[in-house]
């Protein structure tokens, strides 16, 4: 199994990069690295940050 950063920030920075240069949306991300969307969005909601579907990145 491929691992994600466990701190936010690097989390934060992690999925945005990712989503950009890699994958097409999140669900795709989540499913390459077999963890829930809802899993991230709860840790990046702590920051202040969500999900926005149209940039393809958490803002």
Do not use: H, W
């Not at 945005?16 to 077999?34: G, I, K, Q, V, W």
């Amino acid at each position: 199994m491929n691992s994600i950063p466990n701190d936010p920030v690097m989390l934060l920075s992690f999925v945005n990069t990712r989503l950009r240069d890699e994958f097409d949306d999140l669900e795709d991300l989540c499913a390459y690295y077999e963890i829930s969307p809802k899993d991230i969005d709860k840790k990046l909601n702590e920051l202040g940050y969500v999900y926005n579907s149209e940039n393809k990145q958490y803002i």
